[in-house]
């Protein structure tokens, strides 16, 4: 009998240590008649408890006195002395201020608020355990701007950060005040951006006060914080209560803060607010918001909005700068797609390349070249790209990089001047020597061929006849420039146009009598007769492929439409611009064979009878130059089967002539024998001059079947399908390069020598040259 009474004792002292002593508990009032009163204020008392060795204290109800709430149960007389002193001034406001009497939870979540914020007053609590009824007592008036002397919140701030609109309103009713600060410096508008109720700032802000646009210790509005949390929904509804966008903080204004903290939603709010932001500077280094884009969502944003694409900060740098220093390569490409100067010189005079070598960032390097980043340009220090690329490349990127440097025609990494005193002597002993270049022996075409065939061109513009622009009339012959179509691969064609423009030192546009395109180099001839740039058009084609290529073939055409709109306008017609005189293929296939048909910016050619223009019964007549639209026919040229869907009855012009070159040729022919008809001989020029340019050979992939037969089970029907659709694929592409799509993307000829004979010695053996 003695083991069981100890092991009773021993379970009852471990029940006692993990009782809860302030758990509240209802308890017959009874059971302390006979115990002794220590303490009684109001209706909470304290008694000693002898037959449990505790100092309990109650809260009796006045209304059912045989009925107490036990509020705590402690072991020491000091503790319970000091706790019975709280709770009886503190339980005071909330029983007698009360409509109903306080349950056993309310008491419960009393007493767990005033032992974990013993520093709150009554008003705090009220609003933190949600009881709005108790505001009108006079003890908690007098406590609503009271300040906690832990972190310095009034009951307002409590309530705004608990988005507890009633309690707001009931403070607001009592006279709370919203300017007051906490010891951060955070006034209510703070607290209420760290709640979730857009309504609360609302409210707030009903009455214009100093305290929506104050500044936290930290340097930070409430728009500033909301931005920084990304909280959207805050941002807007701050924003409609008159948020000033334009208070300086520790980082900036509040859209560096929504950009450094890649907030797009925050930051859309805040240009559509106040558009003037995108051009804000932040107080230490004057970047714009587009130096601290980290996301190409958030750099494009802001380019929609306006942002200066080659704004500078202090330091000289622009945003392709900072962007390449971060290694932030989608960043980079937004900027260098909308036009970022390449070349630009930043601090201590790098320019972007430079940077890129730096960081021997093989993509950004490749990219920065492409958009025209010059190899040779020196930095303060008098080191060039190529000299950084060979001091910083290491590994795998080092002889690719190296072999690219070649590529583009670096034949030797030059070294600073060696008596530069900004550089020790080994730096400048620090230098790769040029190798020979192994690119001449490959059957693509190679820097050296470029720039052959451009000196080539450049000495053909400049003969006599041939010097004047085509707008000044004298020269005896005109010049043609056929475009070929590939797709994105159109880039190839601006490469080669802007190597041109740089030997000839003049736009296409008044380099050219004729211009003629297929598909891609359709949409490429009606942006240069429309006066676009070629700088312009690759970064066009860049932002063309992101918002027109998405998914998978066939493409959806509500893109490329839309784009082209945009770009030539929705009403532009054909005929608006006559200067140079342009056609764009495309293939009528309403009838059976299909027809090629030429949208021309000029009269069809009364000795050109081709069908089309015949009155028929089974054919519509076709729109007239007059009243084509120009988006219309770029669309119409373009429509390649299994990328997009046909236009009308028009599809692809490289169905029947992706190499426009023969096609142009018999039109200009027969535009001089209309003149000739015409009595108009004054008026005949004969073709001097045609350029060329393909867009290369698109690599080649395997092939498992392309076998079409009749099948005889479920798994013969599973691979005539699979073999129809590889053949599908493979007969159009094969279509759409057409006879004279080549590997080598230029070929030139001129009166001197029929366009059917081999190149004469004048231009020379190059592979990539026909």
Known sequence: MQFFGRLVNTINSVTQIFTNPYRVKEVPAAEYAAHICLREDGRVALYKNSLARSWDCLLVNPQSPHVAFRLFQLDNEAEALARFEQYAGQLRPFYESSHQPLSLEDLQQLSDCF???????????????????NFRHNHVLSCVNSRDSEDGCTPLHLACRRGDVECLLELLECHARVDITDHSG????????RGNSPHVIELLGRTPTAGLDHLSHEGLTALHLACQLGKEDMVQALLKVRASCSVVGTLGYPIHVSLKFSQKGCAQAILEADASQVRSKDPRYEATPLHWAKKAEMTRLLLEHGAEVNARSCTADQALHIAVARGRLDC???????GASTNARGQDGNTPLHLAMKHDHLDMIKAIIVFGGDVEVPNDFGETPGLLAARSSKGANRKVLLDLLQTVGTERCHPPNPDSPSLAPSAASSFLEGQPSTWSSSSSLGYKDLLYVSATLGQLLKAPDVLDSPSEGRRNHDRLLCLDGGGIRGLVLIQLLL?????AGRPIREIFDWIAGTSTGGILALAIVHGKSMDYMRCLYFRMKDMVFQGSRPYESEPLDEFLKKEFGENTKMTDVQTPKVMVTGTLCDRQPAELHLFRNYPVPETKTPTEYKTSASFKPLTQPEQQLVWRAARCSGAAPTYFRPIGRFLDGGLLANNPTLDAMAEIHHYNKTLLKKGQRQKVRKLGLVVSLGTGKPPQVPVSSVDVFRPSNPWELAKTVFGARELGKMVVDCVDAGPCSRPAPLRLCSSRSAPTQTAPPWIGPGPGVR
């Open 332 to 338: 980079a490409m937004v900027l260098l797609t909308h």
């Open 115 to 133: 032992r974990n914020h013993p520093s709150w007053t009554p008003a705090h609590v009220a609003v933190e355990i949600g009881r709005r009824e």
């Open 499 to 503: 190597a041109i423009e740089k030997a």
């Open 186 to 193: 955070e006034t209510v508008f703070h607290y209420a951006v």
